[in-house]
Each structure stands twice: as C-alpha cells, then as structure tokens.
C-alpha cells in the first residue's frame, strides 16, 4: 500500500524557518512526481513546489520562490521542503502528494496526484 507521511511542521516566528519532509512507505519514489501543497483556513489549497524525479526538475509557485526549496533524498524515499524567510502568510497546513506520472515539474499542475499525506500543521507567528 502506498503511503506518504508529512511531517516537520510546528510553530515558528515570522522570518524563521522548518523543514518539512514527505517520507514514502511501501515504496521509492522511483520516477514520481511529488508536490507540495499548501491549505490556509478558508483559502483553496494552493500548489507550490514539486519535484519531478525522473529528471530532477523543481518547480515553485511565485509566493515561494526564492524562499523554500524542494529536494530529495538519494534513497528517494524522502523529499524535504525547506522553508526560509516564512511569513503568516505561510500559515497552512502543509500536504505532499505523489504520482507516477512521467512529467517535468514544470507541467505538475497538470497532474492529478493519486496518493497524498495526512498533512502536517505550520503556524507563523507575526
């Protein structure tokens, strides 16, 4: 059975960091895709990075980009999310979610992932 497990979140003041980290179980990531998404209380569940292993490519919504940074680990069984420079405005509920869709990270919003992570709680203190 293909489980994700999201976790790293917590509290942090504005301008601190975390990183988060999306562990597969019962499988390697091989050649998926992973995304992290992001879901503020009353907000829709925004995308923003993904990590497309079968060519290495990352890609980042504009509100992160120059701030958090996606990667994986060479097992490929984790793939982190730093997070610097946060802002309340990063206040979600983090999710990972991956599949095996063939893809460059560039096209992820194309892709509608099959498997996904509980979630994983970050609160940024102004």
């Known amino acids: 059975e293909v489980q994700l497990q999201a976790s790293g979140g917590g509290l942090v003041q504005t301008g601190g960091y975390l990183r988060l980290a999306c562990a597969a179980s019962?499988?390697?990531?091989?050649?998926?895709?992973i995304g992290w998404f992001r879901q503020a209380p009353g907000k829709e569940r925004e995308r923003i990075s993904c990590i497309a292993h079968n060519d290495g490519s990352t890609s980042y919504a504009d509100s992160v980009k120059g701030r958090f940074t996606i990667s994986s680990d060479s097992t490929k069984t984790t793939v982190y999310l730093q997070m610097n420079s946060l802002q309340p405005e990063d206040t979600a509920v983090y999710y990972c979610?991956?599949?095996?869709?063939?893809?460059?990270?560039?096209?992820?919003?194309?892709?509608?992932?099959?498997?996904w992570g509980q979630g994983t709680l970050v609160t940024v203190s102004s």
């Open positions: 019962g499988f390697t990531f091989g050649d998926t895709i």
């Open positions: 979610a991956a599949d095996r869709m063939r893809i460059q990270a560039k096209y992820c919003g194309y892709v509608r992932f099959q498997s």
